[in-house]
């Protein structure tokens, strides 16, 4: 019985890993469409969320079978509770990624009125925080969970760059207003995505003190 409970744990931590890829791809996805103003591709974002949030349900339902049926303790229980709450901060990634997928589509072929610069960057960055917390959850690295926040600092000032650049620019030319909204609208959705990594940062710092902590 404790073999088969330790491999339905194992099996739920790469089924996380697998989530955390996912979402990972979709960001990328999402800008590459945005960047490269590829319609097609943004369409694609909408069919990745859905496999994504298939897969959310999937991990919630064994999450709740393992503690129906095994009725985890202690440490195990914090891990189990904590999955829960980690694919939720997924599942949230992947709509934003939506959202700029749908930003992405609202554009089209018109061309930019700034080169993307810093939102490319700051997606980069985001999908690192991704990999980052996940690698910690895996791990239980507190130091690394606290670099987490760390590179949200990093992702925060670069969404302030943009914020301000774009807002000067309508000032300068009330013609680019839409578009300029929509690209912060990007910082902002890069932004959340960012601070979702941040979470399960925390939560790894939760599993592996008991304690509730806010790293930024």
Same mark, same amino acid.
């Given at each position: 019985?404790?073999?088969?409970? &330790?491999?339905?744990?194992?099996?739920?931590?790469?089924? /996380?890993?697998? !989530? =955390?890829?996912?979402?990972?791809? *979709?960001?990328?996805?999402?800008?590459?469409?945005?960047?490269?103003?590829?319609?097609?591709?943004?369409?694609?974002?909408?069919?990745?969320?859905?496999?994504?949030?298939?897969?959310?349900?999937?991990?919630?339902?064994?999450?709740?079978?393992?503690?129906?049926?095994?009725?985890?303790?202690?440490?195990?229980?914090?891990? &189990?509770?904590?999955?829960?709450?980690?694919?939720?901060? /997924?599942?949230? !990634? =992947?709509?934003?990624?939506?959202? *700029?997928?749908?930003v992405t589509l609202e554009i089209g072929e018109e061309p930019f009125v700034k080169p993307l610069i810093d939102i490319p960057k700051m997606a980069k960055l985001a999908q690192t925080m991704v990999k980052k917390s996940l690698d910690a959850f895996m791990k239980t690295d507190v130091a690394l969970a606290t670099e987490v926040a760390h590179d949200d600092e990093a992702v925060d000032e670069l969404y302030e760059k943009i914020y301000t650049e774009l807002i000067n620019k309508m000032i300068e030319e009330n013609t680019i207003v839409k578009q300029a909204t929509n690209l912060i609208f990007i910082g902002r959705y890069l932004e959340r995505i960012a601070d979702h990594a941040t979470n399960i940062g925390e939560r790894v710092i939760f599993i592996a003190t008991g304690e509730n902590v806010e790293i930024n």
């Amino acid at each position: 019985m404790r073999n088969q409970y &330790i491999k339905q744990l194992s099996d739920l931590n790469i089924k /996380l890993l697998k !989530m =955390g890829a996912m979402v990972q791809e *979709i960001i990328e996805v999402s800008i590459t469409a945005l960047t490269t103003q590829d319609l097609a591709l943004a369409n694609k974002v909408y069919l990745m969320d859905d496999e994504i949030d298939n897969i959310e349900l999937e991990i919630e339902m064994s999450c709740m079978n393992l503690i129906a049926l095994q009725q985890p303790m202690a440490k195990d229980l914090r891990v &189990i509770g904590t999955i829960l709450k980690i694919i939720t901060d /997924l599942e949230r !990634m =992947g709509d934003h990624a939506v959202n *700029i997928a749908k930003v992405t589509l609202e554009i089209g072929e018109e061309p930019f009125v700034k080169p993307l610069i810093d939102i490319p960057k700051m997606a980069k960055l985001a999908q690192t925080m991704v990999k980052k917390s996940l690698d910690a959850f895996m791990k239980t690295d507190v130091a690394l969970a606290t670099e987490v926040a760390h590179d949200d600092e990093a992702v925060d000032e670069l969404y302030e760059k943009i914020y301000t650049e774009l807002i000067n620019k309508m000032i300068e030319e009330n013609t680019i207003v839409k578009q300029a909204t929509n690209l912060i609208f990007i910082g902002r959705y890069l932004e959340r995505i960012a601070d979702h990594a941040t979470n399960i940062g925390e939560r790894v710092i939760f599993i592996a003190t008991g304690e509730n902590v806010e790293i930024n």
